[in-house]
């Protein structure tokens, strides 16, 4: 074999290998509706919402107890991860999630000195928040699923990191997608679409903002064969 034909190859094998090493990513399909732009990690002062008492009703709602396992994705400044903490106790454990650096720095820094020992702090992408699979009783999507821009590839990611029986939790508000909402029938759509089906839902005290859970009632589709939902849930 000459030089020439052996170069071509070596080549050849060598992007065969890099093929085989780094298979191609799924592809999902796209939003089909708005997608709101992201805003700062600082809800409001956590005092004004404890006043509001949503947090305290929404864990009571979702069935937080002691030595449970859950995540807070999109944690931001962390408020629902130290009041979960609190709730599930030395044998329980929070896994609080985000996807820019700098909130998960400033979060880790909060876990330390509040001496949480019971949290551990994880960078996510905006497609997946990278849970460990079939670890979770509870994943908390807290005003935030309104901002994901690819729906449907962050919901197949992270159904994977949800226990046998488990549920994910979103709370948000009824209002449209550029208002910083979520449509609960958009939301039912979505979900649907990956194998997730609503099994709990309730409007929050004193507003526009509801409690919704939902139960893996399928199995995980391929991404190729998702139907995305339309803007409205059609």
């Not at 805003?39 to 864990?59: I, N």
């Not at 099994?199 to 589709?221: I, N």
Request: neutral net charge.
């Amino acid at each position: 074999m000459s030089s020439r034909l052996a170069a071509v190859a070596a080549a050849a094998v060598l992007a065969l290998t890099a093929c085989r090493a780094h298979p191609t990513e799924p592809r999902f399909p796209s939003a089909h509706r708005d997608v709101a732009p992201t805003v700062s990690g600082a809800f409001s002062t956590e005092d004004a919402r404890d006043r509001l008492g949503e947090a305290e009703e929404v864990m009571k709602l979702a069935g937080v107890k002691q030595g449970m396992w859950v995540a807070d994705v999109g944690a931001g400044q962390g408020y629902y991860t130290v009041r979960l903490a609190r709730v599930v106790g030395a044998k329980g454990r929070v896994l609080a999630e985000d996807i820019l650096p700098e909130i998960r720095d400033a979060l880790t820094d909060r876990v330390e000195r509040d001496r949480l020992d019971n949290v551990a702090v994880k960078l996510g992408t905006p497609d997946n928040p990278m849970l460990p699979a079939g670890s979770f009783d509870r994943v908390f999507l807290v005003h935030m699923y309104h901002e994901v821009e690819s729906p449907y590839a962050f919901l197949w990611h992270m159904r994977e990191g949800v226990k046998p029986g488990g549920l994910v939790i979103v709370v948000d508000s009824n209002r449209p997608v550029k208002q910083h909402g979520m449509p609960p029938v958009q939301l039912r759509c979505e979900f649907a679409a990956v194998g997730m089906t609503p099994v709990q839902f309730s409007m929050l005290t004193g507003g526009e903002v509801y409690f919704m859970a939902f139960r893996l009632s399928g199995p995980q589709p391929l991404p190729e064969k998702i139907k995305p939902c339309r803007s409205g849930g059609e």
